[in-house]
C-alpha cells in the first residue's frame, strides 16, 4: 500500500487511522512525502510507531504524484499493489480484505471497484458516485477507466508493464489504465463496493484549462498505445460524469 503525499498536515491522519483500522493487516505501507514543508512529516513520525514497524516512508524533493507512486512501487515488498492518496480513505473497515481476496487465484492480475466522493467538512453527504461496474477496455477509447483509487495489480504487472509516465502530468494514471487494459489485457476482476471516500477539487478537475489538459493527455495516451479517439469522443466522459452526481 502506497500514499503519496505533500503538504497534507490537514487530511492527512484521516488517511492513516483509515488504514490501521482495517481488518487485513498484514501490510507493507509505504508512505512517499514530497518534501513537505507543514507539519505533514510530524503527523507521518507521530503515526510510524502505531503500524508496528509496517510503515516506511521517505521525504525528498520530487516530480510530482506520479514520481512520488513510482517510488513507492519500487520500494514495494508485498506481492499486490495498492495506492491510497493523502487526502482519501477507505470507506469502510474490510476494504483491504475484500479487494485481496480475488488474487487467491493466480489467474487474476489486478481488482478494482467503485468509489464516492465528499465535499471536505461533509463526511457523510456524497456528491458523486464513481462505479466502475460498466467499464470495459473499449470504453477507454471514451475516456472512461476502473476508478483508479480502486485499482490494486499484482507487483510483477508493474515489472512486466513499467511505472506510471512522468511526462503526463494530469493522465498518467488513465495512460496506465489504457496500457494494462488495451496493451497487456490484464485479467482484471470488479468487485461491486465502495474501496475510497475522496474530496472534491482533484487537480485534474479543478478548472477548465485542467479538464483541457486532460482531454489533451487522455487523447495522447489512446494514440501512444495504438487506439484511436479524438477530443470529442474523450470529453464524452464529462457528460457521463452529471449521472454521476448525488447534489
Request: aromatic share 12%; hydrophobic share 35%; proline share 3%.
Given at each position: 500500500m502506497i500514499t503519496a503525499t505533500y503538504n497534507s498536515a490537514s487530511t492527512l491522519e484521516d488517511t492513516f487511522r483509515a488504514v490501521l483500522g482495517q481488518s487485513h493487516h498484514d501490510i507493507d505501507y509505504i508512505v512517499v512525502d514530497g518534501g513537505s514543508k507543514d507539519g505533514t512529516l510530524d503527523i507521518i513520525r507521530k503515526y510510524e510507531p502505531?503500524?508496528?514497524?509496517?510503515?516506511?516512508?521517505?521525504?525528498?524533493?520530487?516530480?510530482?504524484?506520479?514520481d512520488a507512486m513510482n517510488k513507492g512501487i519500487k520500494m514495494a515488498k508485498g506481492d499486490v499493489v495498492g495506492i491510497l492518496n493523502s487526502d482519501d480513505y477507505f470507506t469502510s473497515a474490510n476494504v483491504l480484505e475484500q479487494a485481496l481476496t480475488p488474487f487467491s487465484d493466480r489467474a487474476v492480475d489486478a481488482v478494482y471497484g467503485d468509489i464516492h466522493f465528499i465535499r471536505d467538512g461533509e463526511p457523510d453527504k456524497c456528491v458523486r458516485y464513481y462505479s466502475s461496474r460498466r467499464f470495459r477496455p473499449r470504453w477507454l477509447r471514451f475516456g472512461f477507466m476502473p476508478a483508479h483509487p480502486s485499482f490494486y495489480a499484482r507487483r510483477e504487472v508493474f515489472d512486466r508493464t513499467g511505472l506510471y509516465r512522468t511526462d503526463y502530468k494530469l493522465g498518467a494514471d488513465y495512460e496506465m489504465m489504457v496500457r494494462l487494459f488495451y496493451k497487456q489485457k490484464i485479467n482484471a476482476?470488479?468487485?461491486?463496493?465502495?474501496?475510497?471516500?475522496?474530496?472534491?477539487?482533484?487537480?485534474?478537475?479543478?478548472?477548465v484549462r485542467s479538464k483541457l489538459q486532460l482531454?489533451?493527455?487522455?487523447?495522447?495516451?489512446?494514440?501512444?498505445?495504438?487506439i484511436y479517439t479524438n477530443s470529442a469522443m474523450i470529453s464524452t466522459k464529462f457528460l457521463y460524469k452529471l449521472f454521476e452526481l448525488r447534489i
Amino acid at each position: 500500500m502506497i500514499t503519496a503525499t505533500y503538504n497534507s498536515a490537514s487530511t492527512l491522519e484521516d488517511t492513516f487511522r483509515a488504514v490501521l483500522g482495517q481488518s487485513h493487516h498484514d501490510i507493507d505501507y509505504i508512505v512517499v512525502d514530497g518534501g513537505s514543508k507543514d507539519g505533514t512529516l510530524d503527523i507521518i513520525r507521530k503515526y510510524e510507531p502505531l503500524f508496528g514497524g509496517r510503515m516506511r516512508w521517505l521525504s525528498e524533493k520530487d516530480r510530482g504524484i506520479y514520481d512520488a507512486m513510482n517510488k513507492g512501487i519500487k520500494m514495494a515488498k508485498g506481492d499486490v499493489v495498492g495506492i491510497l492518496n493523502s487526502d482519501d480513505y477507505f470507506t469502510s473497515a474490510n476494504v483491504l480484505e475484500q479487494a485481496l481476496t480475488p488474487f487467491s487465484d493466480r489467474a487474476v492480475d489486478a481488482v478494482y471497484g467503485d468509489i464516492h466522493f465528499i465535499r471536505d467538512g461533509e463526511p457523510d453527504k456524497c456528491v458523486r458516485y464513481y462505479s466502475s461496474r460498466r467499464f470495459r477496455p473499449r470504453w477507454l477509447r471514451f475516456g472512461f477507466m476502473p476508478a483508479h483509487p480502486s485499482f490494486y495489480a499484482r507487483r510483477e504487472v508493474f515489472d512486466r508493464t513499467g511505472l506510471y509516465r512522468t511526462d503526463y502530468k494530469l493522465g498518467a494514471d488513465y495512460e496506465m489504465m489504457v496500457r494494462l487494459f488495451y496493451k497487456q489485457k490484464i485479467n482484471a476482476v470488479y468487485l461491486p463496493m465502495d474501496f475510497v471516500t475522496m474530496r472534491t477539487g482533484g487537480a485534474s478537475t479543478r478548472n477548465v484549462r485542467s479538464k483541457l489538459q486532460l482531454v489533451k493527455e487522455d487523447v495522447r495516451a489512446c494514440r501512444e498505445n495504438g487506439i484511436y479517439t479524438n477530443s470529442a469522443m474523450i470529453s464524452t466522459k464529462f457528460l457521463y460524469k452529471l449521472f454521476e452526481l448525488r447534489i
